[in-house]
């Protein structure tokens, strides 16, 4: 246990480590030392000795040589107050500055929605200007899908940009509102195991493996096949660039100008195709992204370069045309796109941006009943003081590369907005950070607002006591799972009537049995299959399933067993959003993604039984729109 008026004890609270929570099970849990000391180190802030304690200590009062010491919100548009005293100086986004002398108080302008600077006593504070609140979206209901299984087994190959803009297209014509699709950030191309689109390369770039290319002959079977597919698209891609004609070759060295962020990225690229997909394997030399070795690399492999710069303006070039293609049909909303939790520590957002990353923990999850030891997802969580001290910008960065295509944006376990569970590398438990979650809050509403959009924040598992209430103020919708709104042995569900009505509201999700499969117990039967239930415990999983099923159907009148009869009662939920899965409109019995396992379950490599281009005929999916009609009385 550790002594809070320790020199230990005060440094992890003032650098905001929780030293007891509650896990989901309502069990109250201590932050050991051990894992204490591996939180702080993680942070940059060394805690092995009391002595390094309280240098530490001292350092992180301080505050950081360079940039942000602080942050403030503010509502856009209004004058604002805050403490102080002595001369300020106050630095608009559009570069205007005020200055005053504070007599006990500073006296704000309004300030646009945006970020400013207000500088007094040599220290700088990050002033976000944002709406009180985001306006409620209209009633609407849309369906989700995986882009990669877009393609057919007689297709071959897997889901590309322009078979979304197809399947956007369709679904639009038929009556849906969005069309939401797993994470599209950047991944790894060496690397065809590595396809989860959970933990990417950077979640500020475009995944290139969605890139349409004539001529791919991809593999013909009923699970995509990765090992085969993924190398035949890089090949197309690669010989697609070599036959560029000399002018769009020449713009591609101006495009990389104008944005030394993407030629950043473009670098790293083009280093992980030489020297493998992880940088901290590379050679010493070429790890750190300033260094005159990454720039002669950069140099002496041109070429490489300039096909990362293209590849990336292909991908966006295509979600342009899905875009178009939402708004050619007067889709309400497009795409609704997934931020995912945090990045790979290995991939090129860490290697760009190391020192916004914490080293040596993984984001993760306390212990519950389907994991006593809680769990570590092998990837990197944001170091709260250092984005603090950059202002945000990666965050901001971060929002910004998603809202460009899209009008609904989910943000992947929002729970780290205010709290994120870090596992250190080792046998050290893992212990709850605190978020700096007002800023993060009112920079996803200025983001938001800027871009025309609304955001849906995935609140589910263990919610920290008021996260919800701050969304419902932000505007910023939660979830709710059909599946998850029960209380008590046996169950009872919620009325889908109840559900709070600033939510988008789903049967379940990409992680969770669909409607068919779960009826069945098919996820029982593949945890027993890989030996994560005791087969003489699967009839009685099995049991207790059914029993779930039964008080569902009670309250959702889904008797018979039909989709239609929950999409019928989804429609009518008090829910603001609804989307539908296309699993569940056709009938689909095997879910994308068994969590917990890699190889074991055949994650994201399900095909849907329909063609993008046939989406928006097929009969099931017609009948389900007509069904879906939410703004009727």
């Known amino acids: 246990m550790i002594d809070a008026g320790s020199a230990l004890g005060e440094l992890v609270n003032a650098a905001g480590i929780l030293l007891r929570f509650k896990d989901v099970t309502q069990q109250e849990r201590l932050t050991t030392p051990q894992s204490a000391r591996a939180l702080l180190a993680a942070m940059g802030l060394p805690a092995e000795t009391d002595v390094d304690a309280v240098n530490s200590l001292a350092a992180l009062r301080r505050g950081p040589n360079d940039g942000y010491a602080g942050w403030i919100v503010v509502q856009s548009g209004v004058a604002s107050t805050l403490d102080g005293a002595g001369p300020w100086v106050l630095w608009t986004e559009d570069g205007e500055e005020t200055r005053g002398t504070g007599q006990g108080h500073i006296a704000l302008p309004p300030l646009q929605n945006g970020y400013h600077t207000l500088e007094q006593d040599g220290r700088r504070t990050l002033v976000i200007a944002a709406p009180r609140t985001l306006t409620t979206p209209p009633k609407s209901w849309g369906v989700t899908l995986a882009l990669y299984g877009l393609r057919t087994a007689q297709e071959g190959g897997f889901g590309s940009y322009m078979d979304l803009a197809q399947a956007v297209e369709g679904l639009g014509q038929a009556g849906a509102d969005f069309v939401g699709i797993n994470p599209i950030h950047a991944g790894f191309p060496t690397d065809p195991k590595a396809f989860s689109p959970y933990s990417p390369s950077s979640r500020q770039r475009l995944s290139i493996a969605h890139i349409a290319v004539p001529g791919v002959s991809g593999s013909q079977s009923d699970l995509i096949d990765y090992m085969a597919d993924r190398p035949a698209q890089m090949a197309a891609l690669r010989a697609a660039f070599a036959a560029l004609d000399p002018q769009t070759r020449a713009g591609l060295d101006s495009t990389a100008a104008r944005d030394p962020s993407l030629h950043l990225f473009a670098v790293h690229q083009a280093i992980a195709d030489r020297h493998g997909p992880l940088w901290p394997e590379w050679p010493t030399e070429l790890q750190d992204p300033a260094s005159e070795h ?77 994991s006593p030891g809680g769990q570590s997802w092998g990837i990197a969580p944001f170091n709260p003081r250092a984005l ?123 992680d969770l049995p669909t409607w068919k499969g779960w009826r069945a117990g098919r996820d029982l039967e593949w945890w027993a299959q890989i030996g994560h239930l005791p087969e003489d415990q699967l009839p009685i999983a099995k049991a207790e399933r059914a029993a779930e099923v039964a008080a569902f159907d009670a309250i959702y009148g889904t008797t018979d067993g039909s989709a239609d009869s929950l999409h019928r009662a989804l429609a009518l939920s008090s829910a603001t959003l609804v989307a539908i899965q296309a699993e569940d409109m056709l009938g689909v019995t095997e879910q994308p993604n068994l969590p917990g396992t890699i190889d074991a379950h055949p994650n994201w490599r399900r095909r849907l039984p329909v063609s993008a281009a046939a989406l928006g005929q097929n009969p099931d999916v017609l009948r389900t729109c007509a069904l879906m009609r939410r703004d009727s009385p």
């Open 388 to 510: 603090i001290a950059q202002g945000f910008a990666p965050f901001i960065e971060t929002l910004r590369a998603q809202f460009r295509y899209a009008k609904l944006l989910r943000i992947d376990h929002v729970l780290g907005f205010d709290r994120a569970f870090w596992v250190p590398e080792g046998d050290a438990p893992g212990a709850y950070v605190t978020m700096p979650k007002a800023a993060l809050l009112a920079i996803a509403r200025v983001e938001a607002a800027r871009a025309g959009g609304w955001v849906v924040g995935e609140d589910l598992g263990n919610v920290p006591d008021g996260l919800r209430e701050d969304m419902e103020d932000a505007g910023i919708l939660g979830c709710r799972v059909a599946m998850f709104e029960r209380n008590g042995t046996p169950p009872v569900y919620s009325a889908p009537a109840t559900y709070d009505p600033l939510t988008l509201a789903s049967f379940a999700s990409h």
């Open 294 to 370: 990454v720039a002669m690399f950069a140099q002496e492999h041109a070429e490489a370069v300039a096909f990362h710069v293209w590849a990336q303006n292909m991908a966006a070039q295509q979600l342009d045309t899905v875009r178009e293609a939402a708004a050619g049909v007067e889709m309400r909303f497009g795409l609704y796109l997934d931020l995912a939790v945090g990045t790979h520590p290995g991939g090129a957002e860490t290697w760009a941006q190391p020192d916004a990353f914490a080293r040596g923990v993984s984001l993760g999850a306390p212990p519950d009943a389907f």
